[in-house]
C-alpha cells in the first residue's frame, strides 16, 4: 500500500507535457503545474498565435505569463524524489504508427484514450483528467481517438463546423452559414445526424428485415436441396431395382428359352440317333443276308443248293423310311427369328417411352418458373440456334443458308425417300428438338407463312389437317401474311391485331408450358400467348404459302 502511495504522489507531482517528475516547475494563474522547459516551448509554439492557454483546462492568458520557478513544489518534487523511484510508463501505454497520439504529450507520446470535439485534441488518461473534474470541461463531447478531428475544422474560417447545409450536403461552421450559404436550407449538424440517425434506423431495420427473410429463403432452399437429393436418390434406387428386374427377367426369359432349345435339341437328337442305330442294324442284317444269299449263289451242286435255300430265314420287317424328313437346314432359326421379333418390339418400346422419361426428368423444377423477359436483350439470352432437317421438307422446297432458310421453288428437290417428309404441305421442322426455355426469330419474305411448332409425330403423309401445322392438337401456329395475324390450334383459328412486321419472335417456356409469338422490328409486341402443358419436346415448323419464292429464314441472333 506504502509504494502506491508514492506512486499516486508522482502522478501528482508530474507534468502533464514530459510526464515526467517536475523540473524546475512553476504554477500558472490557473492552479495547472508544469516544467519550466515544457511550458515555455509549448508556448514558444502559440507566439505566432499572440494567444497562450493552459495545456489542460485551455484558459488563456494575455499577453504571455511571466514564469516564476516555485519553491514549495520543488521541495516536494526533491522530497518525493527520496521517497522511491520514479514510475515509468509501460511501453504498451505509448502511442505507435497506427495508434492515434495525446496531443498534449511532448517527446514520446502517450497513446490518446479519447478524442474531444470541441478542443479538437486527444488526449491519453492523464491528460485527459481535467475534463472529468472541471465543470467547464465536463461538458465537451468525449469520443473514442481519432485522427480525423481536423476535418471537423471548416478551411475558410477555421471554425469548428457544427451546422449542416442540406441544400450543399455538406458540413459547414457558423460563420458559413451566414455567409457564401445564406438562404441555404441550414440546420445543426446534430439536428440533421438525429434525422440521418432515423433514416438509418430505418434502413437498419429494412436490411434485418431483408437478411431474415433472405435466411428464410435460404433455409427453404436448404430443404428443397435436401427434398431433391432424397427424391432424386429414391428415383435412382428405384429405377435400378426396375431395370434390375427387367434385366433379370430377360435373363430369366433367356435361360429358359435357351433350356426349351436344348431340351428340345436333346429330344430331337436322341429320336434321330434310335432311328440310326434301327438303320444300322437293318444294314448290319441285310450285309449278313446278303452274304448267305451270295454264297449259296455260288454253290456248284444243284442238289444242294435246293436242299439249302428253304433253310434260308425270311428277311425282317424294313424300317419305314417315311418317318425320315429332310427339311431345309433351319431347325431352330424361326427360334432366332421369334428372339429378334422380340428385340425389334422391345426396342421401339423403349424408344417410345424413352421420350417421355427423358421429359418427365426434365420437367422436374422446383423453383418457380422465371417470368418472361420484357426487352429483346432479354430474349436473346435463351436464343437458340434452328436448323431445318432436310428429311422432313416437302421436295417443293429448296433449304439453303444453311439449312437456316426454306425457298418455295417450282423445281422439284432430289431429296431422298423418307418417312419423316411432308408429301404435300409446304412445310419442313427443324432438326432440334425444343425443351426448357427457348427464343428465335423467322424473317419472311412472300405472301405469307405459318411460323409452328410442332410435336414429332404429327402426321407427314397426305393432304389431311392432321399434316398441317395449327390444324390438329399436335402442332401450334401464327399466320402471318401481308394483312393480319391468326393464331391456329386444332383447327381452331383465332384472329389478332398487331403491327405488321417481316419478322417473328417466338419465345418458349416448355416446362412452364408457355409460347409467345412476337411482331418483332424496333421493339417487340406481344401478339399471342399460349399457356398449356407440352407432353413432349417441340419442333420448330415453317410452313410457307403456294407462291413461288417465297421464303421464311430463322435468324442467326448469337
Known amino acids: 500500500m506504502a509504494q502506491k502511495g508514492v506512486q ?10 514530459c510526464l515526467d517528475l517536475l523540473k524546475d516547475p512553476v504554477a500558472l494563474h490557473c492552479g495547472h503545474s508544469y516544467c519550466m522547459n515544457c511550458i515555455k516551448s509549448f508556448w514558444d509554439e502559440e507566439d505566432e498565435k499572440e494567444i497562450h492557454s493552459c495545456p489542460q483546462c485551455r484558459q488563456t492568458f494575455t499577453p504571455r505569463p511571466v514564469l516564476v ?6 521541495v516536494l518534487v526533491e522530497e518525493l524524489k527520496k521517497t522511491g523511484p520514479q514510475a515509468a510508463p509501460a511501453d504498451h501505454c505509448y502511442a505507435g504508427p497506427e495508434d492515434v497520439a495525446c496531443d498534449v504529450c511532448t517527446g514520446r ?13 486527444s488526449y491519453c488518461e492523464k491528460h485527459l483528467q481535467p475534463h472529468y473534474n472541471v465543470p467547464q470541461l465536463k461538458k465537451h463531447k468525449l469520443v473514442e481517438p481519432s485522427k480525423k478531428l481536423q476535418e471537423n475544422i471548416c ?18 461552421c457558423y460563420l458559413c452559414s451566414v455567409d457564401e ?4 436550407d441550414t440546420v445543426s449538424a446534430a439536428a440533421e445526424r438525429t434525422e440521418r440517425q432515423r433514416e438509418l434506423q430505418l434502413s437498419r431495420q429494412n436490411i434485418q428485415q431483408r437478411i431474415q427473410d433472405r435466411e428464410k429463403d435460404v433455409k427453404l432452399l436448404q430443404q428443397e436441396v435436401e427434398a431433391i437429393n432424397g427424391s432424386a ?44 442305330e434301327k438303320l444300322e442294324q437293318e444294314i448290319t442284317e441285310l450285309k449278313r443276308k446278303d452274304a448267305e444269299l451270295k454264297q449259296l449263289s455260288h454253290t456248284e451242286d444243284h442238289n444242294q443248293f435246293l436242299h439249302n435255300y428253304p433253310s434260308l430265314s425270311p428277311l425282317s420287317q424294313s424300317t419305314d423310311s417315311s418317318s425320315i424328313n429332310i427339311r431345309p437346314l433351319r431347325y431352330f432359326e424361326d427360334v432366332t427369328a421369334a428372339v429378334s421379333e422380340l428385340r425389334d418390339k422391345l426396342q421401339d418400346i423403349l424408344r417410345e417411352t424413352w421420350t417421355n422419361i427423358s ?20 430474349f436473346l439470352k435463351y436464343s437458340q440456334e434452328i436448323t431445318l432437317d432436310p428429311n422432313t421438307a416437302n421436295t417443293d422446297l429448296l433449304l439453303s443458308e444453311g439449312n437456316r432458310k426454306a425457298t418455295v421453288t417450282s423445281q422439284q428437290q432430289s431429296y431422298s425417300s423418307h418417312p419423316d417428309r411432308f408429301t ?8 432440334e428438338s425444343l425443351t426448357g426455355r427457348c427464343y428465335w426469330e423467322v424473317e419472311w419474305r412472300g405472301r405469307g407463312v405459318h411460323v409452328a411448332v410442332a410435336y414429332k409425330n404429327i402426321s407427314r403423309t397426305g393432304s389431311s389437317d392432321e399434316c398441317v401445322f395449327g390444324y390438329n392438337d399436335k402442332s401450334w401456329a401464327i399466320d402471318c401474311n401481308q394483312n393480319s395475324f391468326t393464331i391456329l390450334h386444332n383447327n381452331i383459328k383465332t384472329p389478332i391485331s398487331g403491327p405488321q412486321s417481316s419478322r417473328v419472335g417466338v419465345y418458349l417456356d416448355h416446362r412452364a408450358g408457355i409460347l409467345s409469338f412476337y411482331s418483332v422490328s424496333e421493339t417487340m409486341t406481344l401478339l399471342h400467348r399460349v399457356q398449356t402443358t407440352f407432353t413432349q419436346p417441340l419442333h420448330a415448323g415453317l410452313r410457307l404459302y403456294s407462291s413461288y419464292g417465297g421464303t421464311a429464314e430463322f435468324c442467326q441472333l448469337k
Open 181 to 184: 450559404h445564406k438562404g441555404h
Open 359 to 378: 421429359l418427365t426428368v426434365t420437367q422436374v423444377d422446383v423453383l418457380l418458373s422465371q417470368p418472361e423477359p420484357k426487352t429483346r436483350a432479354g
Open 8 to 17: 499516486l504522489d508522482q502522478e501528482t507531482f508530474s507534468c502533464s507535457i
Open 155 to 172: 478551411s475558410r474560417h477555421d471554425e469548428v463546423m457544427k451546422m449542416f447545409c442540406r441544400t450543399d450536403q455538406q458540413c459547414i
Open 69 to 74: 520557478k516555485s519553491t514549495m513544489l520543488a
Open 424 to 431: 404435300y404441305w409446304w412445310q419442313v421442322l427443324s432438326r
Open 109 to 121: 507520446k502517450l497513446k490518446a484514450v479519447k478524442s474531444c470535439l470541441v478542443c479538437l485534441v
Open 233 to 276: 436418390d429414391k428415383a435412382v434406387e428405384d429405377s435400378e431395382k426396375i431395370f434390375t428386374q427387367l434385366i433379370r427377367l430377360t435373363e430369366k426369359r433367356s435361360s429358359d428359352v435357351k433350356q426349351q432349345i436344348r431340351s428340345q435339341q436333346e429330344t430331337e437328337v436322341s429320336r434321330v440317333k434310335e432311328l440310326q
